[in-house]
Nanobody, 120 residues
């Protein structure tokens, strides 16, 4: 089994920045793609970003996310990060870390989430 634990959420003013972290533990050799999702209030869960370790490629859910968010991974630590800048109130959400068991596979592992609130 794999455990994912997010951290780094909190309250930030509009225009501010946050860096989310996801620590992976357990059978991490079975982890392939890692990514971030979010669930905004009264919205469906949405894809934010993915990191693929085989070629270090990244994918973002929207062009707006690509412009303000940066996903990165520290393989030695099994850690995943999401740097977010120029945060907007509409970025308020619970952010979840997720991982797959194969390249391009289903998101099988999920963390509990970390709350990000953007408000003045």
């Amino acid at each position: 089994q794999v455990q994912l634990v997010e951290s780094g959420g909190g309250l930030v003013q509009p225009g501010g920045s946050l860096r989310l972290s996801c620590a992976a533990s357990g059978h991490t050799s079975s982890v392939y793609d890692m990514g971030w999702f979010r669930r905004r209030p009264a919205r469906e869960r949405e894809f934010v970003a993915r990191f693929r370790p085989t070629d270090n490629s990244t994918t973002y859910g929207t062009s707006d996310m690509r412009g303000r968010f940066t996903i990165s991974r520290e393989n030695a630590k099994g850690a995943l990060y999401l740097q977010m800048i120029d945060l907007k109130p509409e970025d308020t959400a619970i952010y979840y870390c997720a991982a797959t068991r194969s390249i391009g596979g289903a998101w099988s592992y999920w963390g509990q989430g970390t709350q990000v609130t953007v408000s003045s």
